[in-house]
């Protein structure tokens, strides 16, 4: 399990600041330095001489040995670095002014004068000119005989540097990182052009991870536009890329086996961001087993799960699979604590997402503050549904790949009273009558199933697998009950054993306690999908439904939004809505993408049922090409993008790229 596994990695890593965020609140960080405050003035007070010692009245202390201060001053930071910035390898070989956040690397220079050039001396002493920046050596006023608290200190340098302007970073840091980038450039791309990063024939992977592939999800051979991606140019050249196929056309196993080149071959951190707390948890579950058997960590970030920073790990490189708020907030504490460039990959999958609301904000405001903070750091984003690709490329500096592949024919219809259509969009009107429903309905049915649900089920279950999109939950629960009062004694038979297991299973996860629904509605072999099951029924249910134990689910619209993987020979949509709102295309492309089950049906076939006053808005919906990507971070008088300005100078991004993300993005589209 994954669990225990990285409680045992944590170690000495455990990281101070437990959220990222809470730095000033912090009472363990501010408690600390009390301690080491109090450390400090009684070994100042023990190098006095007698005749100097303080007067033990005064809480303050005046050093009369400023090179001894200076030392402990450098101690103290140290000490801090230590316990705070979670910094591996030799003490010893530790510059404290290479990866202190920039507040604190004021307050070391300041503390530290002859630790730096004469160069950068002159530089800073520019800086004291301005009064805002105070320094940790300012704790120890010799002017005036009295030390001020040390606690005070940080809050007022704190407080101080949020007032000022973004200081300038020290010539000796500058030229240092830009040593550090030009070899990590080298080096770069010394590992692209040798093969030694190569660990074995599986694209640049041990044949071991080709093994699991079949293992666990039974693929044994890639699909020919799978091996082309994986070999594209721009990927060896670790280039960004979006990716764009229609549904279930095997997006998901491309983006995996990249990942695992970033964990394995370039030992590098991965950040994966999926919509849905549930996705998130489904794939963490899906790839909890290659972890074990490849050493790397699986970091749940979704829901109440997720530590900001992450915890730093010595060996072993995490692949951190994120909603895309927790995505954002690891992504804000990666920058926070310098520790961005430790991200060799993000992946982001449903990268139309960018266009939804709030959200879309949210997930635009992490690809940019990586795309400005790391270079290094590759992005990758997929999706069924891209129609404005250009401008996202533009946005991402990405290649872009496509292709129609899909495994299994889908075809497309609509149901209008009696009648269905099959979706063509060669048609001039884009419906072509089909057939028409033969099911007996009494005039007591009609009235109860008016939309011939139970005729349209029943055409394929209990052989052949059905699901029935609902535009709300109470809806799912209540069209899986109808469906089932109206079915006859025979689907109860069908698998009765293995219904009666699972009805037993979920009695038992629930400590006795069981969903009266599913309790009717399982023994006919149905059962509803929504965000009201936990996540140990929506196991169980998924499972027997992909095993044929259950022939129909009743679902939410977050079933069709990728990892759960559960495709059906037919599947229904009860109406063109999600909640109250018509369905966008994405979402109606996303539904109707479940049908068809590789290697089992022969094609795959989606019915949305519609009545009269919706036909124009559905012949609009299933003909016009995907909505486009537009940036939202404008709406609402400009706030998202207020916000991410002042997130940017939170995190001391440099400002001249906020200026270049302001001209852009006035244009309306993505940045
Ligand atoms: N090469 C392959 N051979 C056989 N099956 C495959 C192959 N690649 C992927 N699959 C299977 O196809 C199904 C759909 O794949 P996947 O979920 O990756 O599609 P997708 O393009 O990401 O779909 P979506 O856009 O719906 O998320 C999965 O069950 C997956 O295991």
Not at 477 to 487: G, P, Q, R, S, T
Request: glycine share 6%.
């Amino acid at each position: 399990m994954q669990g225990p596994r990285q409680e045992q990695d944590c170690g000495s890593d455990d990281d101070l600041f437990g959220e990222y965020d809470s730095f000033a609140e912090d009472p363990s960080l501010l408690a600390q330095m009390d301690c080491l405050e109090e450390k400090c003035i009684q070994e100042a007070a023990s190098t006095l001489p007698l005749s100097q010692s303080p007067d033990p009245s005064n809480k303050f202390m005046t050093p009369l040995n400023p090179s001894k201060s200076t030392v402990r001053d450098k101690e103290l930071l140290n000490h801090l670095k230590r316990n705070a910035l979670l910094t591996e390898g030799n003490p010893d070989s530790w510059d404290l002014s290479d990866d202190l956040p920039c507040s604190q690397l004021l307050c070391y220079e300041d503390a530290n004068p002859k630790s730096v050039t004469e160069q950068n001396l002159n530089e800073r002493s520019s800086d004291k000119a301005n009064p805002v920046y105070t320094s940790i050596a300012s704790y120890i006023n010799a002017k005036d005989g009295k030390t001020k608290s040390l606690r005070d200190s940080l809050k007022n340098t704190l407080a101080g540097n949020a007032k000022a302007h973004t200081p300038h970073i020290s010539r000796t840091r500058q030229i240092k990182e830009t040593i550090i980038m030009e070899e990590l450039d080298v080096a770069q791309k010394t590992l692209e052009m040798s093969s030694e990063i190569d660990l074995g024939p599986f694209y640049g992977l041990p044949s071991k991870v080709a093994e699991l592939i079949e293992h666990y999800r039974g693929i044994k051979k890639l699909y020919d536009w799978q091996h082309t991606c994986l070999t594209l140019e721009s990927l060896r050249q670790r280039k960004n890329l979006i990716y764009s196929l229609p549904t279930s056309g095997g997006k998901t196993l491309v983006a995996e086996i990249v990942i695992l080149q970033e964990l394995l071959c370039r030992k590098r951190d991965v950040l994966m961001i999926l919509p849905y707390v549930a996705i998130v948890q489904e794939k963490v579950r899906g790839l909890s087993s290659f972890g074990v058997d490849l050493e790397f960590l699986i970091e749940e970030y979704a829901g109440s799960k997720g530590r900001f920073p992450p915890i730093k790990r010595r060996t072993k490189k995490s692949l951190y699979i994120a909603t895309i708020e927790k995505g954002h907030s690891l992504v804000n504490s990666l920058i926070e604590t310098e520790r961005i460039s430790d991200l060799g990959l993000v992946v982001v999958d449903e990268l139309h997402m960018l266009s939804e609301g709030s959200r879309g904000a949210i997930l635009e405001m992490t690809l940019a503050k990586i795309l400005y903070t790391s270079e290094s750091t590759q992005i990758i984003g997929m999706s069924a549904t891209l129609n404005n690709v250009g401008e996202l490329q533009q946005f991402l500096k990405a290649e872009f790949y496509t292709d129609n592949f899909r495994p299994v024919e889908l075809k497309e219809f609509v149901k209008l009273r009696d009648s269905i259509y099959e979706v063509d969009n060669k048609s001039e009107n884009n419906f072509t009558l089909s057939r028409l429903l033969n099911y007996k309905y009494s005039s007591n049915m009609l009235r109860i199933d008016p939309d011939h649900i139970i005729a349209l089920v029943t055409e394929v279950i209990p052989n052949q697998s059905c699901l029935v999109f609902c535009p709300t939950k109470r809806n799912c629960e209540n069209v899986a009950e109808m469906i089932c009062k109206y079915l006859n004694k025979a689907y109860l038979s069908h698998r009765e054993a293995e219904k009666k297991a699972l009805i037993d299973d979920l009695r038992n996860t629930g400590n006795g306690i069981m969903c009266s629904v599913l309790k009717r509605t399982i023994p006919f072999g149905i059962a509803y999908h929504h965000s009201g099951l936990t996540s140990d029924e929506r196991k169980l249910v998924e499972e027997a439904y992909s095993s044929g134990v259950l022939c129909l689910l009743t679902c939410t619209s977050t079933l069709a939004a990728g990892v759960v993987n559960l495709p059906a020979r037919r599947v229904i949509l009860r109406a063109p809505y999600v909640a109250k709102d018509f369905l966008k295309r994405a979402q109606y492309k996303q539904m109707i993408g479940r049908a068809g089950r590789a290697g089992i049906d022969s094609a795959g076939e989606s019915i949305l049922i519609l009545q009269e006053k919706e036909k124009e808005m559905a012949r609009e919906l299933v003909s016009k090409p995907p909505e486009n990507c537009f940036s939202n971070l404008m709406h609402d008088c400009g706030k998202g993008f207020q916000s991410l300005l002042l997130s940017l100078i939170g995190l001391k991004v440099h400002i001249e790229n906020a200026y270049t993300l302001h001209i852009t993005i006035d244009s309306g589209t993505l940045l």
